[in-house]
Structure formats: structure tokens, C-alpha cells
């Protein structure tokens, strides 16, 4: 695994509650995610962060292949209500916040990243998809499942949380990287 220099510390300033380097060989990619994805998100088809607007599935895994690593990671908050999915929500902002800083720091260590994270995209009042390019490809970060990652199964390979139960929820993030 690749050591990125100073991260450990770097990390430590986040409510990052665990981290793990990941070889992208054999990420978990399945085409069921991105059912669930058409089934169950509303956000499906609504912004280029989503499928389709993402791109083919196996034009996703191949893209994710070369980069041969990847920062794998998951941010805790707190919240007063977990069945409030407006407050729920309302927490993904600091998790991205954290991500795109981590991401920063990572590429002034002279690696090219690429990240994937939660949910769709909200950077624009109103996504320019489909009818024109995305208007921030570099600050956008298409969703894990997007990609048809099982996040699941990276958790329960790395020994992770996946939940931690009372009122917090975990949020995770892969930042793909590769040095030259
Ligand atoms: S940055 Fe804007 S145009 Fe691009 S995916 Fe996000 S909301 Fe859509």
C-alpha cells in the first residue's frame, strides 16, 4: 500500500471515524446497486453525479481501475432525530466539506485523485443535466453507488462500521488516487 506522507496527522484535525487504504483490483462493483439506485432515489437521472448521466457501468469500474488505490474512509455525525431525514441530510454538507479537504491535501502530495461520495450532487441550484455539461466537473463527486461500488462489502472486508447506532450516522467516501 501506498504511504501518503503526514495523512495520519493531517486526518486526526476531521470526524473521520475510520480510514483504510484500498487496492482498486478488486473493488465491489455489481449492477444491483444502480437498480436500487433507479428504484429507490428519486435523484436517479436528475443530475450528472447520477446514473446514467455517469456513464455505462463498465466504462465506471474501468475508469476506477486506473487509479490503483484508493482512500476509503467514513465521517461521524451526530444528530438530534436519526428518523429525521431532513436533519440526516443535512450532515452529508460538512462530509463533503471534509472529503474535497482531504482530496486537496492528497494532491499536494503530487497524487491525481478522483473522488467518489454521497448521494447526488448539489452544487448547482439547478443541475444543467441533461441538457448541457456539468458545469463543475472538477468539484463534482458522482456518488459511490453511481459507480456500482457495494459499499457494504468494503466495510465488512476492512473491518469498518458500517452503523454505530444511537443518533449518528456514518458517511463514507473513496478518493481514488495514483502517484506518477
Ligand atoms: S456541478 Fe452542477 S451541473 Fe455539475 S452535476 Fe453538480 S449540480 Fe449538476
Known amino acids: 500500500m501506498t504511504e501518503i506522507p503526514g495523512l495520519d496527522g493531517y486526518i486526526a484535525q476531521f470526524p473521520v471515524y475510520e480510514y483504510r487504504i484500498i487496492t482498486t483490483d478488486d473493488l465491489p462493483v455489481e449492477d444491483r446497486v444502480r437498480t436500487v439506485c433507479k428504484q429507490e432515489c428519486e435523484r436517479y437521472g436528475s443530475t450528472w453525479a447520477c446514473p446514467p448521466g455517469v456513464g455505462e ?71 444543467a443535466y441533461p441538457d448541457a455539461p456539468c458545469r463543475f466537473p472538477d468539484k463534482m463527486h458522482p456518488c459511490l453507488e453511481s459507480y456500482g461500488i457495494v459499499v457494504p462489502q468494503i466495510v465488512e472486508r476492512q473491518q469498518m462500521a458500517y452503523m454505530l447506532g444511537g443518533n449518528t450516522v456514518l458517511w463514507f467516501s473513496l478518493i481514488l488516487f495514483r502517484f506518477a
Not at 475508469?63 to 476509503?72: D, V
Not at 460538512?94 to 448521494?119: K, N
Request: proline share 1%.
Open 57 to 127: 457501468l463498465a466504462e465506471c469500474e474501468r475508469f476506477c481501475h486506473t487509479y490503483p488505490e484508493g482512500l476509503f474512509f467514513s465521517t461521524v455525525a451526530e444528530v438530534r432525530d436519526v428518523m429525521d431525514m431532513e436533519e440526516m441530510l443535512a450532515t452529508r454538507t460538512a462530509h463533503e466539506e471534509v472529503t474535497e479537504e482531504i482530496r486537496q491535501y492528497m494532491a499536494a502530495q503530487g497524487s491525481d485523485t478522483f473522488v467518489l461520495s454521497t448521494e447526488s450532487c448539489d452544487i448547482c441550484e439547478e443541475c
